[in-house]
Nanobody
């Protein structure tokens, strides 16, 4: 059974930091590229950050470049999103996704809420 379990969300003040984690199970983690998406109320879901299966390449949305860092630990089947200098506009539900290298298969987690507010 495939599972992607996000954690680490919460309430933080503007300028603060959070670290999201996503623990994966039920598939060959090292054969999947991974991403973080987010969806704010009333807005479409957007890609935040992407990392290749071996972690050698990353990409970020322009809105988070220089503030967010995606990483992965393949032996632990886990990815992370370090979020610094958080802004109110970063408030959203953040989702972890897994993308197969060989098929169109994509898995989604249930999401974790991040709220940036004073």
């Amino acid at each position: 059974q495939v599972q992607l379990v996000e954690s680490g969300g919460g309430l933080v003040q503007p300028g603060g930091s959070l670290r999201l984690s996503c623990a994966a199970s039920g598939f060959t983690f090292s054969m999947y590229a991974m991403s973080w998406y987010r969806q704010a109320p009333g807005k479409e879901r957007e890609l935040v950050a992407h990392i290749t299966n071996a972690g050698g390449s990353t990409n970020y949305a322009d809105s988070v470049k220089g503030r967010f860092t995606i990483s992965r630990d393949n032996p632990k089947n886990t990815i992370y999103l370090q979020m610094n200098s958080l802004k109110p506009e970063d408030t959203a539900v953040y989702y972890c996704t897994a993308h197969s290298l060989f098929t169109s298969q994509t898995y989604w987690g249930q999401g974790t809420q991040v709220t940036v507010s004073s």
